[in-house]
């Protein structure tokens, strides 16, 4: 990965004649395609009927593309079985929760715990390997497609059998698990682990403990099939670099864990752009890619190059957005930039899903777009060893957003991604580049920490907080946090469990409030501003009151409170607060407010002027320029992406190089809509 920004699409040429395959090589060509994903749907091709192998059309395929210098990103194919595989052996076809069995006729279409599944997915891999793992072509593997996209559950007798042992392995005994589970309520006591199933259709809520391990285990098993292929995979040869393609904010599976087995993170990113706030959003989706293994690179694996197909009505990306959304992932830290797909399908559920080559061909104005964008690429060089500076981590848990979301709560639409965006909003808008860190790992590379709703949380989790405070740090944490402990157990007291020492206060209650009620919120000096949803009731603490609830039932409750611990300090907000209350306390908060941000001093000699830089409505996300740095020891990158409609000018630090402009840059810069300019500058000097 050590090359220019790569740039490609998954290619499927099985589902085109041979002659369109040399088409497709001259085109790659000019539209700059340096990497290609092949072999993610081809099962069928390779293993046409049991045990009978045909391999001959993917050697032709891989020494066409190594002879024309494109890199190939080798997928396994296991994410879609062969219509015999399911013929035969019907027992591999998933069940749902009410115990109908999925027909074949799609695609993933399999159970991960079905021994005879896991059987044949093995060895079309080792047949793989055999047959190309030496091909110098191959850059990387790609394991499956998108683990638990569209069958996330399976509910089987296989996965019942699976799971207990996954529970006697986890409890030992089976007075552990109705410990555990607290299976004195309801009467739901288990005399042998033979008694437990999944969570299959019941007649009201499900034991939620039981939901939340059958959401830990179902994660287990489908990294349990990705280590078996990886290990195949790696026995060709460890030193090719391994991947498999998240989607981001992904519910079913834990991706901080699966990333950490990866050599490359990879993700494919589909937040519609017709949404107005696509541009935070889809910094959000690079942003915690980016973070899952802080270690390794990572690269997006799919966008669309203009709409999907899968949305009840899919808006079209405007012309220039494409662009200006993969120059984003650039400057949030990505090796690579690919579609999902090179060449639009003719048939098949897909066929009017955009790709890089149209079904009207290099006619489209997706073309010139997608070539465009290749060939700048291309003459860029690399951004490698330049690091996405980041000072502020949010909080994400996925144990967390299990429970949180796990039903039968005071508001069941309480949602992580709802949190994740509420208290991210305000720094994106100003500016504020920020990783995603899960509660325990080591934070003492950040400044500050945003902890939106962390409802479940252990108690070695809640001291890792609490000592990035006293050690310094800057922690917000929202209502709704230090709730449960990992069995979703309540801890009793006032509300908060080993977060406490951070919420300075006594939260003795929680109040959903009526839908569409507004209550104001007034701060120290007399002034207002409101906040939904949810109110914590609370008394005073250690903490000192920032902001009292001033209408409504609760009128006179303190509702903001911040906490001097050690060297550090800690604010807990007991409601959700407006844009304008929430920027309040970010802006308290050093570390917040000093973020590099548009319209701030940047740290370059002079600093940035705030004038003209901040666009139309004060850096709203659909009006504001986008500035991401990255650095390395001796070169920084300034991306600078104008969100808005109109033109902005654009004041700058002095002594920069425009790189897709390739000119010296005066002091001002004007940036038409989607446009976006690239400034480097020797040593670090933005700061950030
Ligand atoms: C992804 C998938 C691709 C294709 C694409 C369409 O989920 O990996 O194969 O289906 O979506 O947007
Ligand atoms: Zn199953």
């Known amino acids: 990965m050590s090359k220019r920004t790569r740039y490609g699409g998954d290619y499927n040429p099985e589902q085109w004649p041979r002659e369109v395959w040399d088409e497709d090589i001259r085109l790659m060509g000019e539209a700059g395609v340096d ?39 080798m997928s396994t194919p296991t994410a879609s079985p062969p219509a015999w595989l399911s013929a035969r052996y019907p027992e591999i076809l998933p069940v749902d929760a009410r115990g109908a069995r999925y027909s074949p006729g799609s695609r993933q279409h399999f159970c ?9 997915a093995g060895r079309i891999v080792e047949r793989l390997v055999s047959e190309v793992g030496d091909h110098q072509a191959i850059e990387m593997w790609h394991v499956h497609n998108e683990y638990a996209c569209h069958v996330p559950y399976c509910y089987c007798d296989h996965h019942a059998a699976a799971f207990r042992a996954w529970l006697e392995r986890r409890y030992e005994s089976v007075d552990a698990l109705n410990e555990a589970w607290g299976t004195a309520f309801w009467s739901q006591k288990y005399g042998t682990f033979a008694e437990v199933l999944p969570p299959r259709m019941t007649p009201t809520f499900i034991n ?46 834990d991706y901080f864990e699966w990333a950490s087995e990866l050599d490359v993170v990879s993700t494919d990113n589909y937040v519609d752009p017709g949404d107005p706030e696509w541009p935070m959003l889809s910094a959000m989706h690079w942003d915690l890619v980016r973070s899952l293994n802080k270690d390794v690179p990572w690269m997006v694996m799919e966008q669309t190059s203009l709409r999907v197909n899968w949305r009840e009505h899919n808006a ?57 964008l290749g060939k700048e690429l291309a003459g860029l060089g690399s951004f490698e060893g330049a690091a ?34 509420w208290m991210g909003r305000p720094l994106y808008n100003n500016g504020t580049t920020i990783d995603f860190c899960r509660p325990g790992e080591p934070l003492g590379r950040y400044d500050a920490m945003i902890v939106p709703s962390l409802y479940l949380i252990t108690e070695a989790e809640g001291a890792n907080l609490v000592s990035f405070v006293s050690n310094g740090g800057t922690a917000v944490v929202s209502f709704w946090s230090g709730i449960v402990d990992e069995h979703d157990a309540v801890y009793l007291g006032p509300y ?15 109040a959903p409030q009526r839908q569409g009620e507004v209550l104001e919120v007034e701060w120290e000096d007399g002034t207002r501003t409101t906040a939904t949803f949810w109110a914590d009731v609370a008394t005073e603490g250690e903490g000192h009151v920032l902001a009292r609830i001033a209408s409504g039932p609760w009128a006179g409750r303190p509702v903001v409170f911040e906490t001097r611990l050690g060297k550090g300090v800690a604010y807990y907000l007991g409601a959700r607060l407006d844009n304008a209350g929430l920027s309040r306390v970010y802006d308290r908060a050093p570390a917040l407010a000093d973020a590099p941000a548009i319209g701030r001093s940047g740290g370059g000699p002079e600093g940035y002027a705030a004038e003209g830089y901040v666009a139309e409505g004060g ?43 390739r000119s010296a840059l005066a002091r001002r810069l004007v940036l038409p809509p989607s446009g976006v300019a690239i400034v480097r500058r020797a040593e670090s000097a933005t700061g950030g």
């Open 316 to 372: 079209a990306k405007s012309p220039g957005q494409m662009r200006a959304m993969s120059y984003q992932a650039v400057a949030r830290g990505a090796a690579g930039v690919l579609f999902f797909q090179w060449r639009a399908s003719r048939m098949g559920a897909e066929k009017f899903h955009s790709a890089m080559l149209s079904h009207s061909g290099t006619a489209s104005p997706v073309w010139a777009e997608v070539a465009r």
């Open 496 to 510: 908060g469990g080993p977060l406490r020492p951070l919420m300075g206060c006594d939260v003795l209650e929680v």
């Open 619 to 661: 850096g709203s996300t659909v009006g504001g320029i986008e500035r991401v740095v990255r650095a390395s020891s001796t070169h920084s990158f300034e991306f600078l992406i104008n969100h808005s409609s109109h033109d902005a000018e654009v004041e700058i630090a002095p002594d920069g190089f425009d790189l897709l402009a």
């Open 112 to 120: 991960v715990c079905n021994p005879v599944y896991l059987d044949h």
């Open 208 to 253: 939620p403990s039981q939901e939340l391990d059958y959401r830990r285990f179902s994660n287990d098993c489908f990294l349990d099939e990705f280590r078996l292929e990886r290990e195949i995979l790696k026995g060709a040869g460890p030193e090719i670099p391994v991947t498999t393609n998240f989607m981001g904010f992904f519910k079913p599976l």
């Open 35 to 73: 990497l290609v994903t092949v072999g993610v749907f081809s099962w069928a091709e390779l293993e046409p009927a049991e045990g009978a192998y045909s391999f001959g059309w993917l050697h032709e395929l891989l020494d066409l593309l190594g002879g024309a210098g494109i890199g190939v990103d």
């Open 388 to 421: 996405v500076q980041a000072r502020v981590a949010m909080v994400l848990s996925w144990p967390n957003w299990w429970a949180l979301e796990g039903g039968a709560k005071p508001a069941n639409d309480l949602h992580m991604l709802d949190q994740l965006v």
